[in-house]
């Protein structure tokens, strides 16, 4: 059995040391800006006069705009180089962000929401592509843990943060909500600038290695990058012909869907616990309640890395977590204590979160150069359809029944779609494929 490619460890943490804090910053104020809406929703449903569905519709245009744009966004930074790509990312999503504190009423927030997404698309695709870079797959398991982390340590951060400055604090007169939005756009301006003096393109452009280190770190992935280039193309057309792309898809939106509706809707399921377990929280009460299942997708995300990182990586590192994710939704949804129900969405949240550690290696697999960068964009907006679809989904079935019961059993029977997906797609492997150490990862 051929061993894994692998970087040297003291160059592999050399650039994880490098990139990760800066990396791990930008998806957190990526996730703020497009998830604090779900802890506006407290006060800003009921000041414009929003329902559920529409809440709901709101969350779904984002993620339109942030699809329709996300393959065309990945191209551009394989074109124009990572720094000044994500510079621009940021910027406008920043300035988009902040800017939608300004809306008066339904009508404009969808247009603000389309417009984040369509100046969002990119990062996490194009970030996913930019360490394909620098590290090959068993090195990435690692730091995809550490930057993904940033989804759920957003949770943690986030819900006090908001909810808190919702409560205490006004900027020009805005209310509480709108004054927490505006806030929470401007560090994606701060660090977009900094990406532009900080992030080097590749590692030909980074000045703290030297020409040795260079030299290895070009070795190592071209060693890899063969390995794909035999197993496909290099063209687009190559890429939306691939099966494999597409079933990559279908797992990815399974996963989005539980992140979905956890970021967006678990601020508004801890406040229904007033109506359906007989508590009532204030605002940063439901800040801080909503921050312990992220708390725990946190940790239990850093211990994964670590142990799938010293194992031959399986389709069950990722449909494992999957079934766990589907069956702890379900069981929160039937428990008849907040802290029940909490343990539960612990589990839960911990679960989804953890399957991003491993999912993100398998395109790397069987994609190489520019149809990597394109695979990658197309495997993330075949994913973010869910978050096109579920949340107008969640809003309408709260709407209909009155609780967000409905809503989870279906986000349970998607992860559970996701993963037979895995599973059927790591056994049609061809059999020399099969013997390959770097399965799915």
């Known amino acids: 059995m051929t061993a894994p490619i692998a970087m040297p460890p003291e160059i592999a943490r050399k ?3 490098r990139l990760a804090p800066l990396m791990i910053l930008m998806y957190m104020a990526n996730q703020l800006d497009r998830a604090n809406i779900g802890y506006a929703a407290l006060t800003m449903n009921h000041e414009l006069g929003m329902t559920a569905a529409q809440f709901g519709l ?3 245009l984002f993620f339109l705009g942030y699809v329709l744009f996300e393959v065309p966004s990945n191209l551009c930074m394989y074109r124009f180089g990572a720094r000044l790509w994500m510079t621009r990312i940021m910027l406008t999503w920043g300035v988009a962000s902040s800017l939608t504190s300004l809306v008066p009423n339904a009508q404009w927030l969808y247009v603000a929401r389309f417009c984040l997404g369509v100046f969002e698309a990119g990062l996490f695709p194009g970030m996913v592509y930019y360490l394909t870079l620098w590290l090959p797959t068993r090195d ?5 843990s550490l930057f993904v982390t940033a989804i759920p340590l957003t949770g943690v951060l986030g819900a006090p943060v908001s909810t808190w400055l919702m409560e205490n604090v006004t900027v020009f007169g805005l209310s509480g909500w709108r004054a927490m939005i505006f806030l929470e756009g401007l560090p994606s301006v701060i660090l977009g600038i900094v990406v532009y003096f900080y992030l080097p393109d590749s590692p030909a452009k980074a000045r703290w290695f030297s020409a040795s280190e260079q030299s290895t770190i070009a070795a190592v992935l071209a060693q890899e990058q063969a390995s794909a280039s035999k197993r496909a193309g290099h063209g687009l057309a ?4 691939n099966g494999r792309v597409w079933a990559l898809g279908v797992v990815y939106f399974g996963i989005n869907a539980g992140i979905v509706s956890l970021l967006y809707f678990l601020p508004q399921v801890v406040a229904s616990f007033e109506k359906t377990l007989g508590v009532k929280y204030t605002i940063p009460q439901i800040g801080m309640i909503t921050a312990i299942p992220f708390a725990f997708a946190v940790a239990s995300m850093l211990v994964w890395g670590r142990i799938v990182k010293r194992h031959r990586i399986t389709s069950l ?3 494992g977590p999957l079934l766990v994710c589907a069956a702890a939704l379900t ?4 428990m008849r204590s907040p802290y029940g129900t909490i343990a ?5 949240t911990a679960a989804c979160f953890c399957t991003m550690t491993t999912f993100w290696q398998l395109p790397s697999r069987f994609l190489a150069e520019r149809a990597a960068a394109a695979g990658i964009a197309l495997i993330t907006s075949l994913g973010v359809c869910a978050g096109f679809v579920l949340p107008y989904f969640i809003g309408w079935s709260k709407d209909v029944s009155g609780h967000f019961a409905i809503a989870f059993y279906g986000v349970s029977a998607l992860m559970l779609v996701s993963a ?3 599973v059927a797609l790591e056994s049609s492997r061809a059999p020399g494929a099969a013997a390959r150490p770097q399965a799915v990862s």
Do not use: N
Not at 140 to 144: A, E, I, L, T
Not at 331 to 334: E, Q
Not at 344 to 348: D, I, P, Q, T
């Open 317 to 319: 590192h990722i449909a």
């Open 238 to 241: 190559c890429v939306i012909a």
């Open 140 to 144: 990435r398991v690692w730091m995809m």
């Open 15 to 17: 650039i994880a040391w």
């Open 58 to 60: 709101a969350a779904s």
């Open 331 to 334: 069981v929160a949804m039937w």
């Open 344 to 348: 539960a969405f612990a589990v839960g």
């Open 420 to 422: 037979c997906v895995v």
